[in-house]
C-alpha cells in the first residue's frame, strides 16, 4: 500500500462518504428530517456505496488501499446507518442484518489475510439494493402504512444472508 493512493479519486470518494455520514449521524437524528428527505438521503447513502467502485474502474484507479477502505467504509456507513434509524426498523431486521454483516466481515478478513480474490455477485448487489429499499419503505411507513412491509423484509433479509452463506462457501470451500 502506497500512502499516495489515499489522494485517488476513489479513495477520497470512499473516505468523503465516511466522513460525512459520520457527521450527520452525530449532528442530526432522522426525525429532524422529512419523510421524503430521510428517504432521499438514505437512497443517496446507497447508491455512493457503488459510486468510488464505478470510478476506480472506469479510470484505472483501482488501489489495494482502495480494496481494503471501500468494502469496509460500506459495512461502517451501513451500520451507522441501521443504528441511527433503528426506532424506525424493527429489532429483528436490525439484528439479522448485523448477523449477515459480521458473516461477510469474517470473510472480508479471510480475504485480507489470504489474499484470496472473490468477486460480489450480482445476487449480492440485488440484495443489497433490496435492503435499501425495505429500509426506505420502513421510513415511508412511517407516513403512510405499508401492507405486508415486514413479509417483504424477511423474503429480502433471507436472500441477503443466501448471498452471504454462498459468498462464504465459495471462498471456503472452491478456494480451500
Avoid at 54 to 74: C, Q
Avoid at 105 to 124: D, H, P, Q
Wanted: hydrophobic share 60%; with cysteine; charged share 15%.
Amino acid at each position: 500500500m502506497k500512502f499516495k493512493d489515499i489522494f485517488l479519486a476513489p479513495n477520497l470518494i470512499t473516505l468523503s462518504r465516511l466522513i460525512i455520514v459520520i457527521f450527520i449521524f452525530f449532528q442530526f437524528t432522522p426525525n429532524d428530517f422529512e419523510v421524503v428527505t430521510l428517504i432521499v438521503f438514505i437512497a443517496i447513502v446507497g447508491l455512493s456505496d457503488s459510486l468510488d467502485g464505478i470510478v476506480a474502474r472506469r479510470f484505472s484507479l483501482v488501489s489495494k488501499l482502495g480494496t481494503i477502505l471501500d468494502p469496509f467504509t460500506d459495512r461502517v456507513v451501513f451500520i451507522l446507518l441501521l443504528f441511527w434509524i433503528s426506532e424506525i426498523i424493527p429489532t429483528y431486521f436490525l439484528i439479522g442484518i448485523i448477523v449477515r454483516e459480521t458473516l461477510i466481515l469474517i470473510g472480508s478478513l479471510i480475504v485480507l489475510f489470504t489474499k484470496r480474490e472473490i468477486k460480489v455477485s450480482k445476487k449480492g448487489k440485488v440484495s443489497t439494493v433490496l435492503m435499501f429499499v425495505i429500509i426506505c419503505l420502513y421510513v415511508l411507513n412511517m407516513d403512510i402504512s405499508i401492507v405486508f412491509i415486514d413479509e417483504l423484509a424477511i423474503a429480502t433479509l433471507i436472500l441477503y444472508f443466501y448471498v452471504a452463506f454462498e459468498y462464504l462457501y465459495n471462498l471456503i470451500y472452491k478456494h480451500g
